[in-house]
Every structure is written in C-alpha cells, then in structure tokens.
C-alpha cells in the first residue's frame, strides 16, 4: 500500500471509532488528540482495526508513532508495503 | 415508627421513561395496550433459524452520541434512553439536582450474554485468535453496566448498581430503589430494569430446547397466556425506569405524581431451578398487602407474570385464584401477549403500562386468549378487549423468574 492508500485506511478507522466528528478538515501535522475525542480506549481500536485488517502487530513501546496522521502513515508504510490496498 | 418517619418513607413515582416494541413512551404504550396491537415480529438471530421477538425502534441518539451507542452495550443504550426520558418527566432542572443524592437501580434478567457471543463469533473470523478479542469487553460485561452508562449520560455520582433478578428484576430495581430512599441513602432513585436479551442467541436457543420457545406462523398471535394453544415464551428486549422519590420532597417542589409504592415483596421458592411454585408466589403476594395494610379486595388491576408456558401459566393463575377467589371484580391482565417477555425490563414495563388506568380508568386487556386453559382457575382475566371499571386506585403487579425468584409490587393512586 502507498503512503496515500495507507492515509485513507487511517482516516476510515478514525471515522468508525470517532463517528460523531468531522475528519475533513484533518490536520496530518497536529497530534489526533489535540483535534478530535480521542481517549486511550479509542486508541486502542486504531491498533485492533490494523491488527485485524492487516495482521498487523504493533507493540506498545511504538504507540508513541500513532500520534499524528504523519508520523502514523509514516510508521505503517514499511509494515504495509507488502499489502495490496 | 413515629408519623413524621412514615410520611417520610412513603415512596412515590414522579417522572417515567420508557421503551418497548409498541412504544417508546407511557402514552404510546398505553394507546397501543388498549388498542390491543402486538409488537412481536420475526427476528434473525445468530446460527438458528429467524425467531419471533419483542423489539424496540426508540432513538438512541436523543440521548447518546452515536460514539457512546458504539462504546457501550444495547442494555445500556435502553438504559441511558429510558433514564433521561424519565428524568425529563420530572420537570426538574437536572443541572440543579444533587448528583451525589442520586442513585441508579435497575433491574437485569442477565448481562454479557451479547457482547460475549460477538466476540467470540468476532474472533472465529480470525481463528480464534485472542489478540483481537475486544478491550471493550470487560467494561461492557461487568454486571453493572446498564446503570454505571446511566450515571456516565446523566452525570449522577451517587451509588449505582443492577440488580440481578431474572425476570423478577424490573420488581426488584423499584424496590431497591425503595429501600435505598427510605434508609436515607439517596434523595432521588433512578430505578427500573432493562433488557437487551433478543440480541443474544443464547436466550433463544436455550428456550427452544426447554420446549420453552413460542413459534406462530402469525407473530402477533404467537403469545398466548392462559390459552390451550399456547407455546411458550417469545422473548422481547426493552427498559423502563421511574424517578423515586420521598413524598414529602416530591410535594415540595410539586411534582407530578403518577402513583404511590404502598407495598412490596421478595421471595424465593427454593424448590427448583426453572419450575415455579404456587405457593411461595401466592405467600409473595400475601406479603405484599400485608406490608401495604391492604387485602384483596383493594386491588382493583392484577398485572399477572404469566409468559405463556404451561406450568407457569398454570402456577401463577392457582396462586392467584386462592387470593383472588372472593373478589370476582379484579382485572387480572398480561402485557406479554403483546409485547412478550421483556426479562429483566418485563415487570416494571408491565407496571407502567398500567398506571395511566389511575386516569382512563380501563384495564389493558390480556390479548390471544381464544381458549381458557381449563387449568387456569381464573374467571377474572380481562380477555382480548379493555375492561373500563367503576374505578381504580390499587394495581398489583407480579414478575417472577428462574431459580425461584418472586417479586409483588402494589401501586396506589396518590392521595394524601
């Protein structure tokens, strides 16, 4: 999955676990946190929809790259690479 | 008891909220008791054939966001919708109250069924793999979750708690909440019970192997207490709740009153897991009048429990017939025939869908009674049309359940 692909995978999870906000004026750059209802139980769902959409397992020491939009596409482009979107 | 203690432990209902598969509201329930319209429908459950079943359209997002209907459990959503509903009806401006003179109480037949059969059907798509079992699951299944959602929507910080009753337990949370005012506990109980039973298979299935389970080709004639054509029990999902309150604090700040607990009973058979038995049900209901100061004469509406199984049907109708047996007036009724079996909701629905008779002044019928069982020795059930009655101040209400648990509440018109 390319970078972009990865991005909307991100922000369809986000809509599901989130769906009383409005994801369309997201901003990659700015943690998730600080621009939505986001609590530790919605955090946890990002990583079970992955781990369960794409068997992706991610440990809880690289939580802290889940942060933004960025640095979340960043984190998971070489974990999905492989991945046909 | 000093007076001054009794007018203080006189408990009174002051606001009512509620769902059920013919109304999402007391005016709309009662329209459709009187009308006599079922609300039982076909209904696809998981790994069994479709089932007939009792099932609720109310908006769940008047009161919830639509993250918090996807965070917690459908008891709770019942929950949360029935206790602002009810709060809402008591004219009350809630961010005045006391929330810390709050408590939640509300009734529960079982809870985790559902969220455990979807995990577990979640996690088959995945080969059993535990890793992506549900971090939701424990703070959805822990027993007191319809009322700990309750006070997370309505900000109450006073006790909350269900209380695990079987189908006894819309009874039990009134009474709970009874209590809890009387010892001085709380100013206001937020009580009633909840079901969301039709969303586990489970219930079905289990009913079905008892031989329990009722098949129809028609759902609306598929309940059928008291009948010979009878077939058991189609079980329904709903919640009501009541706001409780001391009667003095009620007159104080003029609110309505839709009724008074005058009396109340708990007991249990102790005799079989599933098999009712007449006689501690016929004590229960002794009890209840006992502690209300009142005989069967009083009574003017009996709410039976009745679910449409034979023995069932059969044991409460005797226990009923020895109390009742020298007050041929008395309207014995049942809201399961139209709506079946609301478990954990079953007893305070049914109560509620009798109260506005206070004003109309009708006993709600017990519809699908087509042929008396001659077993039931019963010459009082209001069948298949509304009764209207001289008058009605007194209204008895059972719910009984599995493991032999018995519950009577008596509800009085208000009067000072």
Known sequence: MAPEQIRQVVLDILARIAPDEDLSDLDDAVAFRDQMELDSMDFLDIVMELRKAYRVQIPEEDYEN???????????????KDVNA | MTNAEMYNSRIVITGVGLTSPIGNSLPDLRANLLAGKSGVTRFETRYMPPVLAGVCNFDALRHQKRKEVRRGTRAGSIAVYCANEAVNDTGLEWENVEKDRVGVYLGITEHGNVETENEIFEIGKFGYDTSVWSHHHNPRTVANNPAGEVTLSL??????????????AGNAGFIQGLQMLRLGEVDMAIAGGVSESIHTFGIFASFKSQNALAHHDTPSKACRPFDTDRTGIVVAEGGAICTLERLPDALARGAKIYGEIVGHAMNSDATDFVLPDRNRQAQCVELALKRAGMTPQDIDIVSSHATATEQGDIEESSALAKIFKDHPNVAINNTKSFIGHAMGAAGAIELLGNIPAFDDGMAHATINLDHLDPNVPLTQIVANEPRQLDSIDCILNNSFGMLGINSVLIVKRYQD
């Open chain 1, 66 to 80: 889940l942060v933004t939009m960025d640095s979340t596409v960043a984190y998971l482009t070489p974990l999905l």
């Open chain 2, 155 to 168: 900000g109450v910080t006073g006790p909350h708690l269900t209380v695990g009753a079987a189908c006894a």
